[in-house]
């Protein structure tokens, strides 16, 4: 199993933009995103099969946030736009080598079961 190392993260004002970074051996791996917020529960936000040729996101961020891969980096980025305080949480990447129908999905965490990060805060606010 390969770790995973999230990078990126701070502070922002509502608009700006922000990039994560998340780093580990990963190859064969789809890789996902996943955020929580103080008294909510864990979402999923968006995620990229393997070798990156699909890619989905959830409805709350579509068109703001984009997610992509350097395989020979070994790096996968969320590349935040058009910030705002919803979106303020703990960001966790995660991966899993196990097939998926339909490149990969964010809708059950519980299917990533590989590799998680530690996790990594984003606030927006002015």
């Known amino acids: 199993q390969t770790q995973l190392v999230e990078s990126g993260g701070g502070l922002v004002q509502p608009g700006g933009s922000l990039r994560l970074s998340c780093a580990g051996s990963?190859?064969?791996?789809?890789v996902g995103w996943f955020r929580q917020a103080p008294g909510k529960e864990r979402e999923g936000v968006s995620c990229?099969?393997?070798?990156?040729?699909?890619?989905k996101y959830a409805a709350s961020v579509k068109g703001r946030f984009t997610i992509s891969r350097d395989n020979v980096r070994k790096k996968v980025y969320l590349e935040k736009n058009s910030l705002k305080p919803e979106d303020t949480a703990v960001y966790y990447c995660?991966?899993?080598?196990?097939?998926?129908?339909?490149?990969?999905?964010?809708?059950?965490?519980?299917?990533?079961?590989?590799?998680w990060g530690q996790g990594i805060q984003v606030t927006v606010s002015s």
């Open positions: 995660a991966a899993d080598r196990k097939a998926h129908s339909d490149g990969c999905s964010v809708a059950d965490s519980n299917d990533w079961t590989d590799a």
């Open positions: 990963l190859d064969y791996y789809r």
């Open positions: 990229i099969s393997y070798p990156g040729t699909k890619t």
